[in-house]
Nanobody, 124 residues
């Protein structure tokens, strides 16, 4: 059994910052890669960022590169997404995900476990 629980979402003005957290528990030894996705109303779920278990490989969507930073603390069993210079188009539900595969993946279908999501709203 695997559990992923996101927190840290909220309402922020454009240009502001937020840090999302994802606490994971259960059969975490089965994870090799973790990532963040987001889904805005009426849109498909899209890739935001991903990181390998040892943090050695990181990937970002072009739309967030230079503004968002993904990191993980395996001692605390927590994945983070530091978001800066937020824009109204960043408004979405943000999901934490984990996969057994060893390669970084940007497709939602490649992930095996998902959290329930946390709402991020950026006002203009």
């Amino acid at each position: 059994q695997v559990q992923l629980v996101e927190s840290g979402g909220g309402l922020v003005q454009a240009g502001g910052s937020l840090r999302l957290s994802c606490a994971y528990s259960g059969r975490t030894f089965s994870f090799n890669t973790m990532g963040w996705f987001r889904q805005a109303p009426g849109k498909e779920r899209e890739f935001v960022a991903a990181i390998k278990w040892n943090g050695g490989t990181i990937s970002y969507a072009d739309s967030v590169k230079g503004r968002f930073t993904i990191s993980r603390d395996n001692a605390k069993n927590t994945l983070y997404l530091q978001m800066s210079t937020l824009k109204p188009e960043d408004t979405a539900i943000y999901y934490c995900a984990a996969r057994r595969g060893i390669q970084i993946a940007a497709s939602a279908g490649a992930y095996d476990y998902w959290g329930q999501g946390t709402q991020v709203t950026v006002s203009s």
